[in-house]
Structures are given as C-alpha cells and as structure tokens.
C-alpha cells in the first residue's frame, strides 16, 4: 500500500464511493459520498482500493488513522493488515477512527483481544423514528408538537414548503451567505468550514443528488436542510438551516422535511452533536429511538 495510491475524493469518484457503501450498508452519517466529498475539502482525507476494499485515510504532518474499510469481510481483513503495515512505515501507531460497535465486533472476530476500542460520545448519531418526527405525537414531543402549531398560527396563510430544484437552488445559497453574515461564521473555524461545506452542498446540489426542503414566510426563505438515503431504511439530514429571528423555524423545517421527503424511510439520522452542550439538548429533546456510537480503535500494548 503505497501513498500514492490515495486521492482526494472529487466528483468522478462518485460512482465508485457509492457502490461501496451501497453493498456494504451502515447507518453511520459518514458512509455517503457526499459526506466524504464535502467534508475532504476541510479535513486531510484521502480514498482508494486496496485489497478490493474501500479505504479512507486521515493524514497530515501530525498523524496516520484509517476509516474501517468498506467491502467484504476477507478483502476488509487483509486490507486492515496493509494500513497496519503503512502506520508502522510512516513511525505512528495504528489507530481507525468512526468505528462502529459492528465493525469492533468484525475485528473481535479476527484478531481476538488485540484491539481497544473509545467511544466517543460527541461523535454520536442521533436517530429518530421518521413517523415520529413528523406527527410529533405523544407526552414527550408535546413541546415540539406546541411550537409547530404556534407557528402555523402566527404565520397562518403567510408559510409555505417546498423541495429545492433547479428553480430555487440560487435563492437557498443567497440566505445561506445571509446566514453565514448572521452567525459570525468568519470568527469560529468550526462554523466556517460548517459553511463552506452547506455552500458546496447547494453549489453541487444536482451533481450530488441531494434532497432538499424549504420553508418560506411572505414568499422569503427562513430555512432550508438537505440530506439522503444512507441505507435502505435510513434517511440522513446532513444539513439545517433557519433564521434565529423566526421563533419555530427550526422545529418546522424539520417537521415539514420529514413529512415530505422521509415518509419511504423508518428513520431519520440527525448526525452527531459534536460536543455542543445546546445542539445535544436539542437533539435529545427530539427523542431519539437509538444512537449511532462510534469510536477510535487503538491497538493494545502487548
């Protein structure tokens, strides 16, 4: 396994990232290509196929880790043996981060009591019942459910849905650097490359086949999110967007979004929390049926 061999995941890459995770299906936000191609513009992460298995490695000048491989369990087991070989060359010990309990359990399997595993609770996924989250039906989403329909009565015959197309695309990414302005996006690093990343999102939203929705009030736009199937029965928001000014935009985009574009699938990942003691609550509050753990694998001192 050489160096050379990795690249940064670009657009013509799609088709291939994509059949990977298609065969080799996780819940996990990060197993789309659009997540990957999106998110190598802010962080050192490269792909390629080694040992007929998919492989992301995470490098700069300060470290070497590996995502679990995509792909069949024996190509999956070799290839762990040539990003083992590559840390080793390269003088950083072995490490794999987004691991999942399924994937722990794989490496269990083969190479019995020779890895650890830390989960890492900030970068769990948060899932939800997609017919939850749009009824918001019973004692604990009452809250939710209250704000919802104040919403509809303050901005009665004033709001609208509709998915974003072609038609609308523009006007998103217009309140989306109006949001950016808002927000002080140009202070925090964490929330700039949040930025660059929903621009690119709505600059590439075709080409990347997105889904989209999209909330007005007086014909304006106040929110917007985006997201895609990750597997067969989960849909993963990956973006979301409303102005603070409009009490209840947030709640509603996502009701509304789900109500429209998630009734085919049984539930919705809203992506981790980062660690972010506000998003946590608000994610939390929203009742998650389960979490997505996920955590960074080191090898046992022998």
Known sequence: MEEAQFKRAELEDKEIITHYFEHHTSRSCERTFVNVFLWSRQYPVKWAVIENALVFKSEDGTHVSFAFPAGEEEDVKRAIGQMKEYSERKGYPFS??????????????????????????????????????????????HSKRN????????????????????????????????????????????????????????????????????????????????????????????????????????????????????????????????????LRKAKLSYRPVFLVEKGYVTEKER
């Open 96 to 141: 794999m981060y987004n691991v999942t309990p399924d994937n722990f359990e794989m490496l269990e399997k083969w190479f019995p009591g020779r890895f650890q595993i830390e989960y890492i609770r900030d970068d769990a996924d948060y899932v939800y019942e997609s017919e939850k989250l749009s009824a918001l039906s019973g004692k604990k989403l």
């Open 147 to 278: 704000h919802v329909n104040k919403f509809k009565a303050v901005y009665e015959n004033r709001w609208s849905y509709e998915p974003i197309s072609a038609d609308n695309v523009e006007e998103c990414f217009q309140m989306a650097l109006k949001w950016r302005n808002d927000n002080g996006c140009e202070e925090d690093a964490e929330k700039n490359a949040e930025m660059c990343v929903t621009l690119n999102a709505l600059r590439l939203f075709e080409e990347l086949e997105l889904t989209g929705g999209i909330l007005r009030v007086d014909g304006e736009i106040v929110a917007f999110t985006i997201g895609e199937p990750v597997s067969s029965d989960t849909f993963v928001v990956h973006i979301e967007k409303a102005y603070a000014g409009i009490p209840g935009a947030y709640n509603m985009i996502n009701q509304q979004f789900v109500e429209h574009e998630c009734k085919n699938y049984t539930y919705v990942n809203r992506e981790e929390d980062t660690g972010a003691e506000g």
